[in-house]
């Protein structure tokens, strides 16, 4: 969807390093969110935010932190990637009092 | 847990039938669901949403049944073609506050030609 979009598509980086996964939306919506999908698994929440004040921990947060910088802009970061945070990165936003959200097109990242 | 899940992980169907995708889930109160179809190396695509309070929903090509008795829910694909080939999941929307969903595991749907 060109109204979600991620940087970077791909990227492999070495256990230990610090990364920044970034989104944007022109959607014009309150809520995002960041998923990771690994095979056989269902999207897992990361975190979301509601608002640009609002940050919240989701299913499986260890290991990762948020910002949201603006309305439009929701960045996930991994503090130290370690090889099991292999997997795909999506983010997703929501209008308020709707509950469809929509995704980017993901982001790969290979730890290695 | 609550989970939603999915009966079948493959589904294969010729061209020009239908197909029929299947969802279980187990918390008795999720209040909205949700199917997406994702194509390889893209994002999950809305298809289709029903709150629980409905028991189908139609959309172009696309229904959506509910049988909340047997917390059961399914995506029926009118003539299928090529390119629905896809994985497909459900999620629901458990209650609560806020607009967090969950997700199932997909199947994966192949058209042949």
């Known amino acids: 969807d060109a109204d979600v979009t991620q940087t970077p598509r791909n990227r492999i980086t070495k256990t230990g390093k610090r990364i920044m996964l970034e989104c944007s939306q022109t959607k014009g919506h309150d809520r995002m969110y960041w998923y990771r999908q690994d095979p056989g698994l269902g999207l897992r929440l990361i975190y979301y935010?509601?608002?640009?004040?609002?940050?919240n921990k989701g299913e499986i947060s260890d290991g990762y932190s948020v910002s949201r910088q603006a309305q439009a802009k929701f960045s996930l970061s991994l503090e130290s990637a370690i090889p099991n945070q292999t997997a795909l990165y999506f983010c997703a936003t929501s209008e308020g009092g709707r509950y469809e959200q929509y995704f980017g097109p993901g982001t790969r990242l290979t730890v290695t | 847990g609550e989970s939603v899940g999915l009966h079948l992980p493959t589904l294969s169907v010729q061209e020009g039938d239908n197909s029929i995708i299947n969802c279980a889930y187990s918390n008795s109160a999720s209040d909205y669901f949700i199917w997406y179809k994702q194509e390889s190396g893209k994002g999950p695509q809305f298809i289709i949403d029903i709150r629980s309070n409905m028991d189908k929903r139609q959309g172009q090509r696309v229904t959506v049944l509910l049988n909340k008795t047997v917390k059961h829910l399914s995506l029926q694909i009118a003539a299928t073609q090529p390119g629905d080939s896809a994985v497909y999941f459900c999620a629901e929307r458990s209650g609560g506050g806020g607009n967090k969903l969950t997700f199932g595991t997909g199947t994966q749907l192949k058209v042949e030609l």
């Open positions: 935010s509601f608002d640009v004040k609002d940050i």
